[in-house]
Structure formats: C-alpha cells, structure tokens
T-cell receptor, first 111, second 111 residues
Framework: DTAVSQTPKYLVTQMGNDKSIKCEQN?????MYWYKQDSKKFLKIMFS???????INETVPNRFSPKSPDKAHLNLHINSLELGDSAVYFC??????????FGPGTRLTVL | KQEVTQIPAALSVPEGENLVLNCSFT??????LQWFRQDPGKGLTSLLL?????REQTSGRLNASLDKSSGRSTLYIAASQPGDSATYLC??????????FGTGTRLTIIP
C-alpha cells in the first residue's frame, strides 16, 4: 500500500541513451511533481502537473519530457542522457497546495 | 528572488537534549511552509505543514513555528533520540504552485 512509488530505484546507463522513470500515486491527489536532487543534496522542482495538465516547467532542458497519462501517473522521459543528468530524481504528489508526499527516489547514474 | 536558507548545515547534539532547527525565507508573502526529514538514501518524509495563517504546529515531540514578518520558521525537537538523526529540510510555498527548498540541516544525535 505504498503511497507514491517510483520505478526503477536505480538506473545506470551510458551517455546518449534514452531512459524513462515511472511514478504512480494511490492517494487520490490531483497534483504531481518531479524534483531533482543533485550531488550537494539540493532539491529543485522540475515539473508539476495538475489534473494531467502541465502547470510548472522550470528551466529544464527539453531533453526531459514529462508525461501524465492520468491523474495517478507522472512519468519522466529523458533523451540523449548527459553526465550532468546524474542525480536522484524524486516524484511527489499533493492535493492542491497541501502537504507533498514523496516517492523513494530513482538514483540515475550516467557513465 | 524567493529563497529559503537553513543554517547550520550540520548539527550534533547529545541524546536527550532539546534542539531547534532554523529556516529563513526571503518573501513574507508565504502561502505555507513544510518541514521534511530525509534519511540517507531515502525519500522525504513530511513532518509538519504550517499554513500562513498559523503560528505553530505540533506533532508528538516536534513543534514548528512560523513568523512571516521576520521570515523565519523553527523546528523544535524535544528530548532528542538517536533515531532523530537525519537531514531536515524546510520548504516554502510562495503561492506560485511550487515548493522552494532550503539546503537542509544534517542532524546527528550522539548516544
């Protein structure tokens, strides 16, 4: 009965590859987010979706493309991976601006 | 520019002592503020959320306060335990539909 789940937990890949991270929440929330946590542990928002509509798109390279097939899912696809994309990616969800609940994270390593 | 700052970056406290973690933010037009803890290699766990109309929130041994006029929030932990060791993050919602995170305080409780 995990609230926010992400797959995979670890992802190791070569530069130039394309990869996807999946996120699902079973909390009935209407808003979902993707965050990036860099090597210095700083958390920064990347995208936010409300009812499947994109509402926040920070200055993220267009190699990153989020997709929300329904309110319970927000996937992140990354094209042409670069070394600097190595980080931990967190999915989160909330009901409007209420408390955000985070997934366990996906540690991406680009070689 | 809306920023959130947490000082110090690291704190060590003997078990059993009470302690205060600090968070400051630059924009007094805050919507709400959340405190999270992050254990190594794990996701974020929400601890407390304070709405802009509130001055404090309590949960067990935790008490969070919010002073909008001075741009400060504190997280008070009573009777600290080794299990409280983690990184504590505060995040402010400035009404622009995204959370802005501080850089965190790494807390170590010494048995």
């Amino acid at each position: 009965d995990t609230a926010v789940s992400q797959t995979p937990k670890y992802l190791v890949t070569q530069m130039g590859n394309d990869k996807s991270i999946k996120c699902e929440q079973n909390l009935g929330h209407d808003t979902m987010y993707w965050y990036k946590q860099d090597s210095k542990k700083f958390l920064k928002i990347m995208f936010s979706y409300n009812n499947k509509e994109l509402i926040i798109n920070e200055t993220v390279p267009n190699r990153f493309s989020p997709k929300s097939p329904d309110k319970a899912h927000l996937n992140l696809h990354i094209n042409s991976l670069e070394l600097g994309d190595s980080a931990v990616y967190f999915c989160a969800s909330s009901l409007a601006t209420d408390t955000q609940y985070f997934g366990p994270g996906t540690r991406l390593t680009v070689l | 520019k809306q920023e959130v700052t947490q000082i110090p970056a690291a704190l060590s406290v003997p078990e059993g002592e009470n302690l205060v973690l600090n968070c400051s933010f630059t924009d007094s037009a805050i919507y709400n503020l959340q405190w999270f803890r992050q254990d190594p290699g794990k996701g974020l766990t929400s601890l407390l959320l304070i709405q802009s109309s509130q001055r404090e929130q309590t949960s067990g041994r935790l008490n969070a306060s919010l002073d909008k006029s001075s741009g400060r929030s504190t997280l008070y932990i009573a009777a600290s335990q080794p299990g409280d060791s983690a990184t504590y993050l505060c995040a402010a919602h400035f009404g622009n539909e995204k959370l802005t995170f501080g850089t965190g305080t790494r807390l170590t409780i010494i048995p």
